[in-house]
């Protein structure tokens, strides 16, 4: 098992089902990529871990359309990385910290299948471990609307899935792996709505 598809197909339907996951060996990511581990987007991983709180609200009205976008995808880009370290720790908090943890980072359709397949890893007493690092680029601008679309060239090789009975690790992730992330904006900030792994697609960071 591939330790990307088993992250990845957390964040999406039963696969992201086999991953949440579209394809599209065609893809190619911007090369303005800009490196952050998901699960230490600015201060350490133990407060990223067990914060919940959710990006401010982001406005299209009161700022020129340049320092809007720059902003749209600061905050866009901090609720992936947001997104990707829920992935990680969803499956060792407790029972009634799940909902708002992931009601925090995603809204359908890839809330519901977060809640899917977290609720299938629990069964299987399987969780995330690690950390990926997110190079992220845009190959298309915000413009002010309420839905974005970035593209993550990740490296999750210090990131996998474990055996919460025995701590043992079950999967290792891999380097260069093309994710795809589309974000709604929402009154408490931008959220995932789909995130996809672009099977058979390569990148290579700030290429």
Known sequence: ????????????????????????????????????????????????????????????????????????????ELAWRRFLGVLLRVGTLPAEQVEP??????????????????AQFRTDHKAGYGQDISYISWTQPIDG??????????DGSQAGVLDTRTGNKLTVGTVNTLLRGTLQRTPQGWKVANSELLEGATCTPGH
Not at 41 to 52: D, G
Not at 103 to 114: C, E, G, K, M, T
Not at 145 to 154: E, F, G, M, R, Y
Request: glycine share 2%; aromatic share 0%; proline share 9%.
């Open 1 to 76: 098992m591939n330790s990307r598809h088993g992250l990845i197909t957390i964040a999406a339907a039963a696969a992201i089902a086999a991953a949440l996951a579209g394809c599209n060996p065609n893809a190619k990511p911007n090369p303005n990529a800009n490196p952050i581990t998901s699960a230490n987007p600015i201060t350490s991983a133990s407060q990223t871990t067990t914060s919940t709180a959710t990006p401010a609200p982001t406005t299209t009205t009161s700022l020129d359309p340049g320092v809007q976008e720059t902003k749209d995808r600061q905050d866009a």
């Open 101 to 118: 943890a992931i009601d925090a980072v995603a809204v359908a359709p890839a809330l519901s299948r977060l809640r899917v397949q977290e």
């Open 145 to 154: 609307k309420d839905t974005a679309v970035l593209s993550d060239c990740s």
